[in-house]
């Protein structure tokens, strides 16, 4: 099957789902129970009074770990433990914000909506300058947050000191603390080391420990693809994406008629593809209503130099890297990762500027049906 348009916009993000990223780890075959990728989850999984290794500190690992080790509660493991080979930082915050929801209570639907969206907005926009700016304060600040929700005498250290600044790396949001609270109460922990090898019985780490494990979840990290493994060519010539630019974040140098949607790494997703479905709109409008068919970004700035399209020193970010198109070092090449400077520049700023290029108009209505 074939499918043609005179407009594509990839709404495929940029990460692979047909599966993550799997290390090669010694003698894994030798392990005798079950070993899972959160990316291909067996509906059928009773992982009830087992012990769990989940191998892993992002996102994925700090969601599943409270959610298996739910104390006595029905279906729980046993034991769960999070087994990384560096930390991450992982902050608290309230599951319902008590300030959204007291907007949604005294102000009308028409109002609280959008005051929701810019407090959001900006809050994570000011802890992430703050971030930046800040670095070594941000650090001290936010270890003390994760201390006073662990056991006394824990080692913060060990396990919740990232050797990297805070946004460096995306920061992991634990929703009422419920990470720190399953390892208050002892149903889960935490291991920093590295894998030795995969045993019978579980997994020996470096160090000489050994975990013993019945599930082990590999939540190892994620593999990126961009527009959805889509191959690329303009005029039958392939697109060569770490040779392109990004333009606004959302379209290719000398690619026409493609947007794409991606969003924040410091900041909601849909913020920015929200803005992004915005300008894609008024773009189209603006080819119907003059009768323009093509719209191309195009560089005419020699000085522009070529950057990483998404500044995470993360491995899953490094690792694909190379196979991404860039951003440019200036406007209107350059990612923001600001919803501020894009709420300018895709929302209240005009579509012309010298980069962006409307070419092949239609052809007369009246002529073509002569």
């Given at each position: 099957m074939s499918l043609t348009a005179g407009f594509l916009f990839s709404c495929s993000g940029y990460y692979r789902y047909d599966h993550g990223y799997q290390p090669d780890f010694p003698r894994i075959e030798d392990f005798a129970g079950t070993i899972v990728h959160p990316q291909a989850w067996p509906e059928d999984l009773d992982y009830a009074g087992t012990r769990v290794v989940v191998i892993g500190s992002g996102a994925t690992a700090v969601t599943l770990i409270p959610s298996m080790a739910r104390g006595s509660g029905p279906g729980a493991a046993e034991h769960v433990t999070m087994l990384q080979r560096s930390p991450t930082y992982i902050?608290?915050?309230?599951?319902?914000?008590?300030?959204?929801?007291?907007?949604?209570?005294?102000?009308?639907?028409?109002?609280?909506?959008?005051?929701?969206?810019?407090?959001?907005?900006?809050?994570?926009?000011?802890?992430?300058?703050?971030?930046?700016?800040?670095?070594?304060?941000?650090?001290?600040?936010?270890?003390?947050?994760?201390?006073?929700?662990?056991?006394?005498?824990?080692?913060?250290?060990?396990?919740?000191?990232p050797r990297y600044d805070p946004w460096d790396q995306r920061l992991c949001l634990v929703p009422d603390g419920d990470l720190f609270k399953a390892i208050k109460r002892g149903d889960a922990s935490v291991a920093t080391d590295h894998v030795e090898t995969f045993t019978e019985t579980?997994?020996?780490?470096?160090?000489?420990?050994?975990?013993?494990?019945?599930?082990?979840?590999?939540?190892?990290g994620l593999e990126l693809l961009f527009i959805g493994g889509i191959e690329a060519s303009v005029d039958g010539e392939p697109v060569d994406l770490p040779d392109k630019l990004t333009y606004k974040?959302?379209?290719?140098?000398?690619?026409?008629?493609?947007?794409?949607?991606?969003?924040?790494?410091?900041?909601?997703?849909?913020?920015?593809?929200?803005?992004?479905?915005?300008?894609?709109?008024?773009?189209?409008?603006?080819?119907?209503?003059?009768?323009?068919?093509?719209?191309?970004?195009?560089?005419?700035?020699?000085?522009?130099?070529?950057?990483?399209?998404?500044?995470?020193?993360?491995?899953?970010?490094?690792?694909?890297?190379?196979?991404?198109?860039k951003q440019g070092s200036r406007f209107p090449w350059q990612v923001k990762q600001s919803y501020l400077a894009d709420h300018r520049a895709l929302k209240r700023s005009g579509i012309h500027d010298e980069a962006m290029q409307f070419s092949n108009p239609a052809p007369d209505r009246e002529t073509a049906s002569a």
């Open positions: 902050v608290a915050l309230p599951a319902k914000n008590p300030l959204v929801n007291l907007a949604r209570r005294i102000l009308p639907t028409t109002w609280s909506g959008p005051v929701v969206k810019w407090f959001n907005a900006l809050l994570t926009q000011g802890s992430y300058q703050f971030s930046q700016r800040f670095p070594r304060l941000t650090r001290r600040a936010i270890r003390a947050l994760v201390k006073a929700q662990l056991p006394k005498g824990y080692e913060v250290d060990t396990h919740f000191k579980g997994i020996r780490l470096e160090s000489g420990t050994e975990l013993p494990a019945d599930v082990v979840v590999t939540a190892t974040g959302m379209m290719l140098e000398d690619v026409p008629n493609l947007a794409i949607a991606i969003g924040y790494t410091n900041a909601s997703w849909t913020l920015k593809c929200d803005l992004t479905c915005q300008y894609v709109t008024r773009l189209l409008n603006h080819m119907h209503e003059t009768g323009l068919r093509q719209c191309t970004p195009e560089n005419h700035d020699a000085s522009v130099t070529a950057e990483p399209l998404l500044g995470l020193s993360s491995g899953y970010v490094t690792r694909s890297q190379d196979r991404f198109p």
